[in-house]
């Protein structure tokens, strides 16, 4: 799928990019000093600006936005 064109956060630039590391949620919000419940409303908004139904589709479809 083609890149979105979305504006992204710095905490989702963030998340996606641990996710894309394949971490889980409670690392994430580990790594990053926030609470789970936080990482998943990011997560939440990062699926439905990019229409993607899982982890996998997030990255792929946000891979441009790793690479920057």
Sequence with gaps: PEAPEVELTQHQR??????????????????LKLAATTIGVHLKRLNKKTDA????????RCLPYLQA
Excluded: F, N, Q, Y
């Excluded at 139904?53 to 792929?60: E, Y």
């Design 14 to 31: 963030d998340i996606l990019r641990l996710v894309s590391l394949g971490m889980p949620d409670k690392a994430i919000a580990d790594e």
């Design 53 to 60: 139904h899982s982890r996998t589709a997030l990255v792929m």
